[in-house]
């Protein structure tokens, strides 16, 4: 069986984008992403200073906690009030594997793009 990982990926992307919560409100989106860049940042600085000190699993998982919080963020940004349908949680296409691996082909459209 042959997956194509950046379909299922990009899929998953425009599913994120329309449906589920907005996550900044729009008179301040701006103030909401500089806290959540805030956020991510304290997150990575903290899973240094584990990895420092040779506490690994603690610095897996602030490491996995920042990647996630930077999709959100940036799925964040291009949701918009009133485009929004409700998300249903019980589709197979919001299981972890899925949601990772679409943030993981987001993470990789930008390192290539940058």
């Known amino acids: 069986m042959d997956v194509d990982l950046q379909s299922i990926g990009i899929q998953t992307v425009q ?18 992403f500089n806290r959540a860049c805030d956020h991510i940042l304290v997150l990575l600085v903290d899973a240094f200073q584990c990895f420092d000190r040779g506490s690994w699993g603690t610095s897996v998982f602030l490491s996995i906690t920042a990647i996630e919080e930077v999709a959100k963020a940036e799925v964040g940004l291009y949701r ?19 949601k990772n691996t679409a943030w993981l082909y987001c993470l990789q459209y930008l390192w290539v793009s940058a």
């Open 15 to 32: 599913e994120a984008l329309e449906k589920g919560s907005l996550i900044f409100n729009e008179k301040t989106k701006t103030d909401d």
């Open 80 to 98: 918009r009030e009133g485009k929004i349908e409700k998300a249903k949680r019980g589709k197979i296409s919001f299981s972890t594997i899925k």
